[in-house]
Structures are given as C-alpha cells and as structure tokens.
C-alpha cells in the first residue's frame, strides 16, 4: 500500500481517526476477561475496570484466584497500605515461591506433558521441552546452585544470550529462595560490573559466547573484565555454546555448565518462601546517575506479567507466545512467569529476526504456530521497506494478535501490520507500561473497537489517568500518564535507594504515581502514548509529543526513521530539533530537508516550524528498540550524556555527533 496520510492533529496528538477494527462476538463469548466478569457477576468490562480501581483488594484477590495461585501459608489480607500507596504490602503473612506455580503445580496436571518452551538457535539447532521435562531441569539446575553454596536471599547474575539454560537458570534462582539479578546480554563490562556490585551477586551464569549473523560474539570475556571490579563473585557457571576453543576458564571461580548440572538429581525442594520475599532485582538507566535497580517479590511481578496475557492479551493453555526482547529487559522475565502460570508456552529464539533473510521472523511463526506475536514499532520500521513477500509466503493464520510496545506507532508501519500480517482482520495489541510496573499500565484487548496506533484503555487493576501541570484529569489533550493507587506488580522500591524511588515517582503530587510517559485519550476513550514526557517539546507554551512529529517525518517516502528533540530558545522556551535517518545517504539534500520541514508545517502549524532538521546514518537505540532520545540532545547540545549502559551500539552515538 502507499504511504498513510499522517492524520489530523491539533498540535498535541492524532485526532479524526476512524475504528479500523471491531471485536469479534464470538471472541469475546470465550474469552478468559468474559469468563472472568461472568463468575464474579460483572456485567460490563467497564464495570470490571471501576469496581477493580476502587476496590484494589477484592479485585486483585480474584486474580490470584483466577490464576489458581497456590500458597502454603494463606495470607490474612491481600493489601496493607498503612504506609502509605507507596509502600504497601501484598499477600500479607503469606508463604508461597513462584516456582512453585510455574512448575511444581503443573506436574499433576494434563499441562505437565504440555510444551512449556520451544528454544530455537540462529545456527538452527531446536529443543523442545514439557512441564515435566523443563521441571526435571530445573530442579537439576538448583541441586547444582546448592552443591556450591547458594541459597534464599542469595543475589545470581544471569549474563547470557536467549537460550535454554537460560530459563532454567532463571527458575532455578528462584526455586531455591535465591534473588534473580537478570543482564542485558549486550551490556559492556562497566554496565555489568555496577549492577553486580549493586545487587551483591554471588554468583553468575553465561555462556561463552553466541552467533549473531553468522559471526561469533564472546560473552564471557566481557563478563571477565566486569568480574575484577565484582571480588563479591565467588562463582561463574558458564554454558558451553559456541566451542571455538578460545575461552579462558579461572580455576578457582568458572565452572562449566555440562560439569556442574546434568549429573544432578531430577528433583529438589521448592524453598519456602514468604509471598513479599524478593525473587529479583531488574536494573533501568536512569537519565543520570546510576540504574535504579527495580525491587520485585515472588507476589509481585510474576503475578501482574500472568494477569496481563491472561485478561488483556487472552493467552490460553496450550498457547505459544514470542515476544521478541532479552532477558535483561523486563520483558525477558515477563514471557517466562505469564506464559508457565498461564500454562502456555514461550518461544525463545537466539538470534536476529532478519537473519538469514527477512523472512525469518514470519517462518517462526509459521512452523511454531505461534498464537501472540510481540514485537516494536522500531522492528516493523526496519522490515517494511523489504516489501511484503516474505510475509506473504508464510501461513500466519495460528497468529489471533500481534503485540507490540517498546516505541510509539506511526500509522504507516501500524496498517502494514494490520493489513498484510493480520489481514486486517484481528487486533494489534499496543502494549505500555515498564520495568517498574511488571507489565502495562495500559493496552489493547480484545472487546474494544480499535483505532490506529490506540490502545483500548487501562488493563484492570490499573488506576491510570492523564492529568494537566495542576494534577486535573483531562480528556482530548496529550498530559502526563498517571497511575492513583497501588497494584500488585508495582516495584516494592529502588535496591539501597528507597529515596530516589520516592523522589522519582510519588514526590511531583500526593499519592499519584506519576510514570513519565505523555498520553492522551480521545473522545471515543481510546488512548495513546506520545512518547517519554521527559522527552516533551514545549515550544512557546504548545506542548509536543515527540512521536507526533516523528509520525509526520516518518511518512516521508526518503525516511527510514526519525527522532525529535526539544534544544533551549531564549524566547519560545524550546524549539523543534529533528534529525532523520534518509533511505539512503545520497537522498540527504537540502531539497529533501525543504520538504520535510514543510511537512511539519502542514501537520502541526507554522509556530512548531522545526528550526534544524539534521540527516543522521543510524538513530542511538536501547536493545528493545526504544530510541534514547536524551542522548540525542545531550549530544546536540554538547552536554554530557548520563547513564549510556542501555545503549545497543555506541557507534550510534557518532553518528549524530556527524549528523549534518
């Protein structure tokens, strides 16, 4: 299809957008949110939504019970907030490991012989595991970390790429009590080496290395450099991958995974645990300083990744989702609790969506008849010029929805999904929230007419509002994304920083978290995000989303990908920075930048003219594709850019350093 005219706007987000998609009846009828209302004798999602913001503690003790969650100390209240929204507690007096219901439960059950995880290699290497047989590996993998010392409370580093023992390690940690510490396997070692010593690791997993578009990346060495700043690591198990004969074993600390865990028993007890116990500590960049390492408990972030696939995204037994991330970024851990409490199946893939052709990604939903897709606007982007053949070549038909978050949506890259993966016959699901939040604030669903780019509202439980500079709730103009109480998966607080978790998102207005996204919701209730509001333009008072004007530049024919920045003006507060990343390099001419800036005219108004559009060869970006806006304009306004250790290339960085 041709390029999408970019809508209507008002200067502040998309308006004059028509429903592209309707719910299917039937859909609806078998769903497990329709179930959900039906036995508790809620007559309306509506409904479902109010009664569960205003009654946090009946709703989210339904959904523990929705989810069979077992424990084996009941706990005598499902919240305490007597101190305060900020800081409450969950399950309180409660006994229960999350393994337990990810894994153990399941054994007498029909899902015990169902798939859990089919985990496939970029060099083709495939295993599928059960259960029952994922279970076995697990409980090998915690007879190992107790042979060697470990247990509850001890902090494990897990550095490796998107692997089978990955999960197991995963599960294993928390099996035997111990506190996940999960790494982005892109990190440099300085990145490693700050939240190992943050987190108090003991230990940790990695492999030797991976292939990534046919080339070697060694892991381990890297992890070796972060480990002489790291003396508190006493053990690195390493998993045997790419066996070039190149790697460097310490004696006294590395051990390999083939020695260590095979020879172990099948079984081993599930470590008893209290509900609000930490069973993992997951770091985000801050804009300066150091990460905020984001406190979950076994009640917590498993519970609230579960309820968002099983009510928002209707995941079902027997089910398989891919979601495309890494273990280090909160979608890692979140594919691997929601799916196993769900009794679903995750497909773990090892290597490039687009390698060896860009007919990868849609063959892996073909031949592993992949139900959920997730995937980021920034990927769709990146395939979209290929054309739609290898789409077309592949049967997509087990797809009932694509997922997406990450980034923004412009409405070209949103129809060609809709359009030629979906048939524009079923939902995509936008899909918004963050690390602290163990899942979404808001996302798409199944019962909600659905525009471009929208997402159908906040998932239940989620007391999220847009609100004005006073705090006031508004409608039809972009605000602040807020949430006005307190839901299970929210972070328990920053690791040894509770001060700065306050400072970062209750001190701005009482009891309102305030998350740092900018948003709005149309006059259909449909909602939309804009982009970080620390990443907010304000040009002479008119406040502006970033995506609105990426979508605009975006639609150009010569764009790949853009980014907008606001730099300071000593009369208008701000003006519009734009820098582009052209088709290719020989379409960067000022006739083009003539063009766009026009564009910008026509969309938003002549006041948010840009004052420099800039051509740019790449865009700096974190691992799942979110594009680091900050760094943009630090580098644009010769400042220091902050924490970088989320940054995917740091070449990047150059290349809007040269951009002209």
């Not at 509506?46 to 009941?74: A, G």
């Not at 390698?355 to 849609?362: A, F, I, Q, R, S």
């Not at 031949?367 to 979209?384: C, D, F, M, Y």
């Amino acid at each position: 299809m041709g390029k999408i005219q970019h809508p209507e706007t008002t200067g502040t987000f998309p308006l004059g957008q028509q429903i592209v998609w309707n719910p299917d009846p039937e859909w609806i009828k078998n769903s497990n949110l329709q179930e959900f209302m039906e036995t508790r004798a809620i007559k309306s999602l509506d409904e479902l939504q109010k009664r569960s913001v205003s009654d946090p503690k009946w709703f989210w003790h339904e959904v523990l019970v929705d989810l069979q969650i077992e424990f084996s100390t009941p706990y005598s209240s499902v919240l305490d907030t007597a101190n305060g929204i900020e800081n409450p507690v969950w399950c309180v007096d409660g006994k229960m490991n999350i393994v337990h219901n990810c894994l153990d439960k399941w054994l007498a059950s029909d899902v015990s012989d169902t798939t859990a995880i089919i985990w496939e290699s970029e060099t083709g290497y495939r295993e599928v595991l059960t259960y029952r047989e994922l279970d076995s590996r697990v409980c090998q993998c915690a007879n190992a970390l107790r042979q060697i010392g470990l247990g509850k409370g001890d902090s494990v580093g897990l550095f490796m790429p998107m692997t089978l023992d990955l999960v197991v390690s995963f599960l294993a940690v928390a099996k035997i009590g111990a506190i996940i510490l999960p790494l982005f396997s892109g990190y440099g070692s300085r990145a490693i080496a700050t939240r190992l010593r943050d987190g108090g690791a003991r230990a940790v997993f990695t492999s030797d290395g991976f292939f990534r578009r046919g080339k070697t990346v060694h892991l381990k060495a890297v992890l070796d450099e972060a480990l002489q700043e790291c003396p508190d690591v006493e053990t690195v198990i390493v998993s045997n991958l790419i066996s070039d004969g190149k790697l460097k074993m310490n004696s006294n600390r590395d051990i390999w995974w083939d020695t260590l865990v095979p020879g172990q028993p099948v079984h081993a007890e599930t470590e008893k645990t209290s509900a609000e116990d930490v069973v993992m500590i997951i770091y985000t960049s801050g804009t300066t300083g150091e990460p905020k390492g984001t406190v979950h408990t076994h009640c917590g972030f498993p519970i609230k990744a579960a309820q968002d696939m099983r009510q928002a995204m209707d995941l079902k037994r027997g089910e398989l989702m891919y979601w495309m991330t890494d273990m280090g970024w909160m979608m890692g851990p979140w594919l691997v609790f929601g799916t196993l409490l769900n009794g679903a199946a995750m497909l773990f893939y090892d290597g490039a969506p687009d390698y060896p052709d860009v007919g990868k990604l849609w063959r892996m939903v073909e031949e592993n008849r992949v139900t959920h897709l997730g995937v980021s606007p920034v990927l769709v982007r990146a395939l979209k010029p290929h054309g739609t053949s290898a789409v077309q070549n592949a049967d997509l038909s087990s797809l009932r929805a694509v997922c997406s978050t990450g980034s923004p949506w412009d409405p070209e890259s949103w129809f060609w999904v809709f359009e030629n993966v979906l048939e524009s016959k079923k939902p995509i699901l936008n899909y918004s929230g963050g690390t602290e939040i163990s899942g979404g604030i808001i996302s798409g669903n199944f019962f909600t007419p659905m525009k471009p780019c929208s997402f159908s509202g906040p998932i239940p439980g989620m007391a999220a509002d847009v609100i004005d500079e006073q705090g006031r709730s508004i409608r039809g103009a972009v605000g602040e994304l807020v949430i006005r109480g307190p839901w299970i998966g929210m972070t328990r607080g920053f690791w040894n920083d509770q001060e700065r978790y306050i400072q970062s998102y209750w001190s701005r207005f009482r009891n309102v978290w305030v998350h740092g996204d900018f948003a709005a919701i149309d006059s259909d209730g449909l909602w939309y995000i804009l982009g970080r509001s620390d990443d907010t333009i304000k040009v002479a008072g008119k406040r502006l989303g970033p995506a609105e004007v990426e979508a605009i530049i975006n639609g150009h024919d010569s764009i790949r990908e853009s980014a907008a920045i606001g730099a300071p003006h000593e009369i208008k507060g701000e003006e519009l920075v734009i820098y582009c990343v052209p088709e290719s390099p020989n379409l960067a001419t000022d006739s083009l930048r003539c063009e766009l800036t026009q564009l910008v005219i026509d969309g938003l108004g002549k006041p948010l003219k840009p004052s420099t559009i800039l051509f740019s060869t790449s865009l700096p970006k974190t691992r799942n594709a979110k594009v680091m806006r900050r760094l943009i304009r630090a580098v644009y306004l010769n400042a220091p850019p902050g924490d970088t250790s989320s940054l995917a290339d740091p070449d990047t960085l150059d290349a809007i350093r040269h951009a002209r």
